[in-house]
């Protein structure tokens, strides 16, 4: 018997709820990322990757462990599925930064909507329009302006971030399934769960403690932001499509540059604002788009209904 689905506390509108849950999820996720560039070098992908989901599975099971099987969830073979393509994604992009310009690595991995829409399609026939497509194409042009994209670096660098973005629209894409019948904690808890056993041999390989308070701080940080930021994505999902909630956490390389030049005193140059106003058009676009959508699917469902 299929376990219902827990209610959201958030209002089932989705044409505002999506765009904040995503879009907050984005603004946490850059904070995760620069407190990983601050953690230094000594720390690799395989030790980021244990601290964050060691440190997920440990607070989540301390939350809902005590409630009975924190594992009992309905299709835990794509919950399990869906953990492993997350842990790859992570690690791919983790790796692709430490090897290649920032830059570089990140709008290479902001390719994961188009993936996703690739995915979408795929799997589940999702139609994906002609406005919508431009959409996509604009978020990647923009994201393409603002970090001024350069062929620097290995191509095994190049082929990591690439794997990332591709793993990443297939994640978010299986999120379309798994959302109808599993809350946002159960997801993310497998995922922390498959993330350790994944990055558990190779961090037992090279063990590696916090040397300092705050080495120790950043470790925290990064467990606990990573736990906000995933919790608020999935979430997030319940209100849109795989390839959408891609769109809207392409806002991420906003909140990047803008961290970039408030607290590491980056220049504003032009690539700022033109790369940065594109990508929220279209974000803002894609929002109004799908609000047209479900007006006209509310108003033909009024028109079939013989009682309205």
């Given at each position: 018997?299929?376990?219902?689905?827990?209610?959201?506390?958030?209002?089932?509108?989705?044409?505002?709820a999506?765009?904040?849950?995503?879009?907050?999820?984005?603004?946490?996720?850059?904070?995760?990322?620069?407190?990983?560039?601050?953690?230094?070098?000594?720390?690799?992908?395989?030790?980021?990757?244990?601290?964050?989901?060691?440190?997920?599975?440990?607070?989540?099971?301390?939350?809902?462990?005590?409630?009975?099987?924190?594992y009992?969830?309905n299709?835990?073979?794509?919950?399990i599925?869906?953990g492993?393509?997350g842990?790859?994604?992570?690690?791919?992009?983790?790796?692709?930064?430490?090897?290649?310009?920032?830059?570089?690595?990140m709008?290479?991995?902001?390719?994961?909507?188009?993936?996703?829409?690739?995915?979408?399609f795929?799997?589940?026939?999702?139609?994906?329009?002609?406005?919508?497509i431009?959409?996509?194409?604009?978020?990647?042009?923009?994201?393409?302006?603002?970090?001024?994209?350069?062929?620097a670096?290995?191509?095994?660098g190049?082929?990591?971030?690439?794997?990332?973005g591709a793993?990443?629209?297939?994640?978010?894409?299986?999120i379309?399934?798994?959302?109808?019948?599993?809350?946002?904690?159960?997801?993310?808890?497998?995922?922390?769960?498959?993330?350790?056993?994944?990055?558990?041999?190779?961090f037992?390989a090279?063990?590696?403690?916090?040397?300092?308070?705050?080495?120790t701080?950043?470790?925290?940080?990064?467990?606990?932001?990573s736990?906000?930021a995933?919790?608020?994505?999935?979430?997030?999902?319940?209100?849109?499509?795989?390839?959408?909630?891609g769109v809207?956490?392409?806002?991420?390389?906003?909140?990047?540059?803008?961290?970039?030049?408030?607290?590491?005193?980056?220049?504003?140059?032009?690539?700022?604002?033109?790369?940065?106003?594109?990508?929220m058009?279209?974000?803002?676009?894609?929002?109004?788009l799908?609000?047209?959508?479900?007006?006209?699917?509310?108003?033909q469902?009024?028109?079939?209904?013989?009682?309205?």
């Open positions: 018997m299929k376990q219902p689905c827990p209610r959201s506390p958030i209002p089932p509108d989705a044409t505002l999506g765009p904040i849950l995503m879009l907050s999820a984005a603004l946490l996720f850059t904070l995760l990322t620069l407190c990983i560039k601050l953690l230094g070098p000594g720390y690799t992908a395989w030790h980021i990757g244990f601290y964050r989901f060691f440190g997920g599975t440990v607070i989540l099971l301390s939350m809902v462990g005590r409630h009975g099987n924190p009992k969830g299709n835990t073979r794509l919950l599925l869906r492993c393509t842990s790859i994604a992570f690690l791919s992009i983790v790796t692709a930064i430490r090897m290649l310009p920032v830059s570089t690595a709008v290479i991995f902001y390719s994961f909507p188009a993936f996703a829409a690739i995915f979408s795929l799997i589940y026939r999702d139609r994906v329009g002609s406005r919508e431009a959409c996509i194409v604009a978020v990647l042009a923009g994201v393409g302006i603002l970090f001024d994209f350069q062929l670096g290995g191509l095994r190049h082929v990591l971030a690439l794997v990332g793993f990443a629209g297939l994640t978010v894409t299986l379309k399934t798994l959302r109808e019948e599993n809350g946002p904690v159960i997801i993310y808890l497998y995922f922390c769960s498959m993330g350790t056993l994944v990055t558990l041999p190779m037992a090279d063990f590696r403690l916090p040397a300092s308070p705050m080495e701080l950043l470790i925290v940080s990064i467990i606990f932001l736990l906000a995933q919790l608020l994505m999935n979430q997030g999902f319940f209100y849109c499509k795989g390839w959408e909630g809207f956490m392409s806002s991420e390389v906003v909140f990047t540059a803008m961290a970039g030049i408030i607290l590491l005193d980056d220049p504003t140059t032009w690539r700022f604002w033109v790369g940065g106003l594109l990508i058009a279209s974000v803002v676009g894609l929002n109004r799908r609000a047209e959508q479900n007006a006209s699917t509310s108003l469902n009024q028109y079939d209904d013989p009682t309205a």
